[in-house]
């Protein structure tokens, strides 16, 4: 045990020997210090005073940036199209190639993306917010779904496309959907809370319809329900969620519960009491032998 102890305090010393050379107090920085280099600008004070759910695609510092592929700065302030993270999901890092990033045109595509400001310099190189009034919010009902066979065919479905009216859905799908969905023109999704783990909103429809989520698709770990029953979740529009909504009013619930996570979880606690049990049983060897050698 003594051993352990001075070889314990040893490597300690050691690695503290090592990490000062390479994280010393000039590496540190005082967090106002730090702040004080991300101040928002007049245009993103007065987007920020929004406070419902929306997306902002920010161009003053080109388009390589707005889609976070180079930094992402404009993440700092607001909820970015382009995202923050260089990895992006594949599925949407085709969307950026194949439609954002090719603004203007592309523009149905941000509707879908609840892109709700824009934020341009203008020919004075001040800056400029344009509101974007197409954009379609958290969720909608739909008019109409279109069927394609293949995720090319589904990615070319969305240029020049009506978000608002139209769902493009994968072939395979076709049999989550009924055939006949109805289309009740007063019908309504409200955003109720996003915890980003766990997002909810209540419908009121008089039929049965197909609506669109502007969440990104990820089928490992989210789980839909209404009303506390699991309900499939339709991959829509290449990278968003869809699902076939009850007439009437109902409790929407998405849940990110990876299975990865909790057998995770699992494991390590297992872990943790095995580990714990062992040293309860090499303390109690170690306590014996001692009472023995007196």
């Known amino acids: 045990m003594v051993a352990l102890s001075i070889l314990g305090v040893l490597t300690f010393v050691d690695l503290i020997a090592i990490d000062v050379k390479y994280l010393g107090e000039k590496n540190y920085e005082e967090a106002t210090a730090y702040e004080a280099s991300f101040q928002p600008s007049a245009a993103d004070q007065q987007i920020l005073h929004d406070t419902s759910y929306y997306r902002v695609f920010d161009l003053r510092q080109g388009i390589s940036v707005a889609l976070g592929m180079q930094g992402a700065l404009p993440s700092y302030f607001h909820k970015s199209v382009g995202g923050y993270h260089p990895a992006k999901l ?6 950026i190639e194949n439609q954002l990033s090719k603004f203007p045109q592309s523009l149905p595509v941000f509707n879908m993306l609840n892109t709700k400001y824009i934020i341009q310099k203008d020919q004075q190189g001040a800056d400029q917010v344009y509101p ?3 954009a379609l919010g958290a969720a909608w009902f739909v008019k109409a779904i279109r069927f394609e066979n293949d995720p090319r065919s589904v990615m070319n479905a969305l240029t020049n496309f009506s ?3 139209t769902a493009i859905l994968f072939a395979a799908d076709k049999q989550k959907v009924p055939a006949n969905l109805a289309t009740d023109s007063t019908g309504t999704i409200t955003l109720l809370n996003n915890d980003n783990d766990i997002v909810t909103y209540q419908s009121n429809s008089a039929a049965e319809g197909f609506a669109v989520f502007s969440e990104v698709y990820y089928d490992k770990g989210w789980k839909a ?3 506390n029953k699991e309900t ?3 991959r829509t529009n290449y990278v968003l969620r ?3 909504i009850p007439a009437g009013q109902h409790q929407i619930r998405f849940e990110f519960k990876p299975a990865s996570f909790y057998t995770g979880q699992t494991i390590t606690q297992i872990a943790n009491i ?3 049990l062992a040293l309860i049983a090499a303390a109690y060897f170690v306590y014996r032998n001692g009472r023995k050698k007196n």
């Not at 594949?90 to 969307?95: E, H, T, V």
């Open 90 to 95: 594949s599925i949407y890092q085709d969307l």
């Open 132 to 134: 974007n009034p197409d």
């Open 163 to 165: 978000p608002r009216d």
């Open 225 to 227: 329900y209404i009303d």
């Open 232 to 234: 499939p979740i339709i």
């Open 242 to 244: 869809g699902l076939v």
């Open 274 to 276: 095995i580990i714990l």
